[in-house]
């Protein structure tokens, strides 16, 4: 019996990954949540070889402490979704596209974001995969 092939089409569009934010990654808080520096110490769901660092990308959801910010929130681990990295990463029509920071959003283990407003551009790979944070974003690239 032959091997099953993954489903590739229109219906399950492959997502490439760009390794542009690994494990220790400090990221910009780009809402008005309270968190101003976070750091990266895990990325759910992502399986990888034996001490390689876990690794995501545009869109992804991380595990994050706060490193800078309000006294209550500082230390605290929390979710949070990326919107923006350095890192270029292509799109399917063939553009590039990179960001002058490293940002996130803090949100929910459920993906809602917990401050009302966005500062700055949120790639439209972040704003397609998590519509809420669609909703507050004042501007999508």
């Known amino acids: 019996?032959?091997?099953?092939?993954?489903?590739?089409?229109?219906?399950?569009p492959r997502r490439r990954r760009v390794a542009g934010?690994?494990?220790?990654?400090r990221l910009v808080v780009a809402d008005?949540?309270?968190?101003?520096?976070?750091?990266?110490?895990g990325v759910?769901?992502?399986?990888?070889?034996l001490r390689r660092l876990p690794y995501a990308s545009v869109g992804d959801m991380v595990v994050v402490t706060v490193k800078k910010g309000n006294v209550d929130l500082k230390g605290q681990v929390m979710r949070a979704v990326i919107i923006r990295q350095k890192k270029p990463f292509r799109r399917p029509d063939g553009t590039w596209v990179a960001f002058e920071d490293n940002a996130c959003v803090i949100v929910s283990p459920e993906g809602v974001p917990k401050g009302k407003e966005i500062r700055?551009?949120?790639?439209?790979?972040?704003?397609?995969?998590w519509p809420q944070i669609a909703n507050i974003a004042s501007m999508i690239v």
Do not use: C, D, L, Y
């Open 44 to 49: 759910p769901e992502v399986k990888t070889r």
């Open 1 to 12: 019996m032959a091997a099953k092939r993954a489903k590739v089409g229109a219906a399950f």
């Open 21 to 25: 934010i690994v494990v220790g990654t």
């Open 32 to 41: 008005n949540s309270g968190a101003k520096e976070v750091m990266v110490i």
């Open 120 to 129: 700055g551009p949120v790639a439209r790979e972040a704003a397609e995969r």
